[in-house]
């Protein structure tokens, strides 16, 4: 076997969106951009910063050219020999297949198309990335990769496997070898949805479990925070299947997972934002919040009044995990009884809850004080800037990053004790020295209540002593939750498992 122990070994990270790429991996890197959720700024981010420390890391995701702005048709025969050239001879690897060339989002809304998508990139990655890149260790991320880590096991390549989501797909080994993954060498790595006797009796009729293939064939794991981590193991949650909570407590037991906590997009910056009407540090935020809060509330048809409580929702209204219906139980209540203060509730995301708060505001006319917009990432970051507290009750969170962004700006969460939240906002103490927002620890729309009562009452302190404390939290923002000290945590993993010997099926 060769010596996988290298002074500077080399990185593959395989991820299915990612939003930018340094410059120095290759001139193309600031146009490959494809976002659906956190994941692609964890990407970044983590590549970015591995990049910066000197690491020989690559990264593999799919060719979306539609994404990507890049219309090869019109390139003339010079600049597509450039384009290819910047392509190949690179740290950017991307996988070909017609079925990412015209698409405008990620992920599909029909499983179907996510199954051909999901296989299209890994068939690219399996037969040539891994043997052109040759890698020393492979990152792969998430159920689009959930079959790289059977193939690397069976390579002799150590694999880290990293669980944003709790979502899977299900399809059998002749599925998957119609899609062009030859399968049958590494057939045994992989999760069945029930004991496999032998290969033949198994390829059309007992489906492969993709996330739980990812998970049980790689070398380690990690989840996006500690807590939930800790959460799966002690069977917190009743959503997760039985396989994923069984595979990753057997990772957990045998010292192979842990909890590594994601960064906010690094252009998420109150004072380089060009998204934003003024910009601010944690120095001058008071007088540069105000100027952002009346430029939102312009823009989004709320009463115009620097000095009113502006309370913001910045992520999807899924009402399984957001929390979104606690909120719709007391949204009246909220602004009735803050209406003399002034309280303003303002939502920019999508998501099936939308109308539901649409009709509220509409049954009891607060399209002053209330406001629901599609999202769109320059609303939101402004959103970020002009409000005053952010509101995530979301019921169960594998990391979350607005929670962490908001701290970036001035804004104090409010959040559930759960998951990634718990491991990232602790109460504010009374006299203000430590903590960086408002915890609740039930799951009830009282709960919520009393947070945004808690808020409330911290908003009404004395100014000069309250903007003391939002310096502090923006000041300490910055130095607890970066890239590079996310970066830092995966690269003691990768060291790790570079050390240990491999199991080779």
């Not at 809060?293 to 312009?298: E, H, P, V, Y």
């Not at 103490?429 to 609740?440: A, Q």
């Given at each position: 076997m060769r010596n996988r122990v290298k002074r500077n070994p080399r990185i593959l990270v395989v991820t299915p969106e990612i939003t930018s790429l340094p410059a120095g991996m290759n001139n193309m890197g600031g146009f490959l951009r494809a976002k659906a959720g956190g994941l692609a700024d964890v990407s970044a981010s983590l590549v970015g910063a591995l990049f910066r420390q000197g690491a020989d890391v690559h990264v593999a995701l799919p060719h979306y050219r539609r994404m990507f702005q890049i219309d090869v048709g019109k390139l003339i025969s010079d600049e597509l020999r450039v384009y290819m050239s910047n392509l190949h001879n690179s740290r950017i690897h991307l996988a070909e297949d017609r079925i990412f060339y015209y698409r405008d989002t990620v992920y599909s809304n029909y499983s179907t198309d996510s199954f051909h998508q999901a296989l299209a990139f890994q068939r690219e990655v399996i037969n040539n990335i891994i043997p052109v890149v040759k890698p020393d260790l492979i990152h792969c991320n998430d159920w689009m990769t959930g079959l790289i880590p059977a193939a690397a096991r069976r390579m002799g390549i150590p694999c880290l496997f990293t669980v944003h989501n709790i979502h899977t797909l299900k399809k059998t080994l002749a599925e998957i070898e119609d899609r062009g993954i030859d399968a049958a060498p590494f057939w045994q790595n992989l999760f069945f949805e029930r004991q496999p006797v032998n290969y033949e009796e198994s390829r059309e009729n007992n489906p492969v479990d993709f996330l739980t293939s990812g998970i049980f064939a790689s070398h380690f794991i990690n989840t996006v925070s500690p807590t939930f981590l800790k959460e799966i193991v002690e069977n917190y949650h009743d959503f997760i299947p039985e396989n994923i909570r069984r595979e990753i407590t057997g990772k957990f037991h045998a010292g192979c997972a842990s909890g590594i906590l994601n960064s906010p997009d690094e252009e998420c910056d109150p004072e380089t934002d060009s998204f934003l009407e003024c910009c601010y540090n944690s120095e001058n935020h008071a007088a540069g919040k105000?100027?952002?809060?009346?430029?939102?509330?312009?823009?989004?048809?709320l009463t115009v009044d620097q000095h009113a409580p502006l309370f913001f929702w910045p992520h999807r209204l899924d009402p399984v995990q957001k929390g979104c219906t606690i909120l719709a139980d007391v949204l009246y209540d909220l602004v009735h009884r803050y209406w003399d203060s002034g309280l303003q509730i303002a939502i920019v995301a999508n998501g099936e809850y939308q109308k539901v708060f649409k009709d509220i505001i509409a049954f009891h006319n607060f399209y002053d004080r209330v406001t629901v917009c599609d999202f769109d990432e320059q609303l939101s970051r402004l959103g970020f800037a002009a409000s005053?507290?952010?509101?995530?009750?979301?019921?169960?969170?594998?990391?979350?990053?607005?929670?962490?962004?908001?701290?970036?700006?001035?804004?104090?969460?409010?959040?559930?004790?759960?998951?990634?939240?718990?491991?990232?906002?602790?109460?504010?103490?009374?006299?203000?020295?430590?903590?960086?927002?408002?915890?609740?620890?039930?799951?009830?729309?009282?709960?919520?209540r009393w947070a945004v009562d808690e808020a409330m009452r911290f908003y009404r302190k004395p100014a000069e002593w309250k903007h003391g404390v939002i310096a502090r939290v923006m000041k300490e923002a910055r130095q607890r939750f970066n890239h590079d000290v996310t970066a830092q945590g995966y690269i003691n993993i990768y060291e790790s498992m570079l050390a240990r010997p491999l199991v080779i099926n």
């Open positions: 105000a100027v952002n809060k009346i430029a939102f509330q312009s823009r989004t048809g005053d507290f952010m509101l995530m009750p979301s019921r169960f969170e594998p990391c979350g990053l607005p929670q962490m962004t908001c701290q970036y700006y001035g804004s104090l969460p409010i959040v559930h004790d759960t998951g990634g939240l718990h491991d990232t906002v602790n109460m504010l103490s009374e006299d203000g020295t430590s903590g960086n927002g408002i915890v609740f620890c039930n799951y009830d729309s009282y709960a919520l």
